[in-house]
């Protein structure tokens, strides 16, 4: 709720109009001042505020003025007592509304899981798309939605992962999870490929160029399907990316498998893309710094066949 409000404004988001009176005519004192700021705060909000602290003092005196009573008085309104639950329950009649329930706590984080976890990974927008639900089915909003929130994305990750792991064969999951074991095989040069995945290329030269090489044809290795994430926008796996990327193999062995090679799987796909496309800048890197390279390099034209795939 803004904090700032102008003359314009409280005229059109505080103003008392002719359905409102019969509601606070009778009431007096602070249980009028009361009951009309949260008359108008849920007409805005289709919520209830939490508490005094969600009014500006600017509301606070217009709507005092209104009603005919000090402002002051808003001070000793209860916020716990039999009048404010009283007054919910008239307020909801008035728009229509109802009380959130656990079966629409369950449809809610549902509905949630399948259609906005998909495509929006931070909770501030989960919490208002739920608010937004909500206002449309004419439901009071929940107080316990950081339950929802979390019961929907734990739900979404769930089937996430099982779906990413129903595209991978036997081959390709033992890969993956060699990844991360304490036994990890090692490279050319003696580093898992785990380290190397996440290590940048470094300066351009060609023992660069080899060792991206040889990453590049290790992660094609693992023989991830082309269409893994086919269906996952970009940026939710960038965002399993980036967590598997921040992991220690410890973190990740202590993981659910599915979390595990969900995430691996993610970072694997998007590193394979990373380093083609470093490849091609360290070919024309050294392609205008030095004589062509293949004829200081026998391996180029692998690194060709690598970038083309």
């Known amino acids: 709720m803004s904090r700032e409000w102008t003359t314009d404004e409280l005229i059109a988001s505080w103003m008392l109009v002719d359905g409102d009176w019969p509601l606070v005519g009778n009431k007096s004192g602070v249980t009028r ?20 602290e969600e009014f500006a003092w600017v509301v606070v005196a217009y709507v005092a003025d209104q009603v005919k009573v ?47 976890c998909p495509v929006e990974l931070r909770e501030e927008q989960l ?17 316990r939605m950081e339950r929802i929130v979390g019961s929907a994305r734990a739900s979404f990750e769930r089937r996430f992962c099982e779906a990413t792991l129903s595209r991978l064969d036997g081959g390709c999951l033992v890969a993956l999870e060699d990844l ?4 990890a095989p090692l490279l050319p040069g003696g580093r898992t490929l785990w380290g190397e995945l996440k290590a940048d290329p470094g300066q351009a030269s060609l023992e660069t160029l080899l060792r991206e090489i040889d990453k590049l044809a290790a992660v094609r290795a693992l023989g991830l399907p082309g269409g893994l994430f086919a269906d996952a926008s970009e940026k939710l796996v ?18 659910p498998g599915s979390v595990r090679v969900t995430l691996l799987a993610a970072l694997c796909r998007l590193r394979a893309t990373e380093i083609t496309d ?22 180029s034209s692998r690194a060709r066949r690598l970038v083309g795939r």
């Open 278 to 299: 470093a490849l091609v800048d360290l070919l024309i890197t050294l392609r205008r710094s030095a004589p062509p390279v293949n004829e200081l390099c026998p391996d």
């Open 238 to 255: 960038a965002a399993w990316r980036a967590r598997a990327a921040r992991a220690y193999p410890s973190d990740l062995r202590a993981m």
């Open 180 to 183: 991360v074991a304490e036994d």
């Open 33 to 52: 001042l009361g009951f009309a700021l949260l008359l108008r705060f849920f007409e805005l909000e289709a919520r209830f505020p939490r508490g005094p």
């Open 127 to 143: 919490r208002q798309a739920v608010l937004v639900r909500c206002r449309a089915e004419r439901l009071e909003p929940p107080g």
């Open 70 to 116: 000090a402002p002051e008085e808003f001070d000793g309104y209860d916020w716990a007592g039999r009048s404010v639950k009283y007054h919910r329950e008239q307020i909801r009649t008035e728009f229509g509304f109802r009380e959130f329930t656990r079966g629409d706590e369950d449809k809610v984080a549902a509905w949630l899981a399948e259609e906005v």
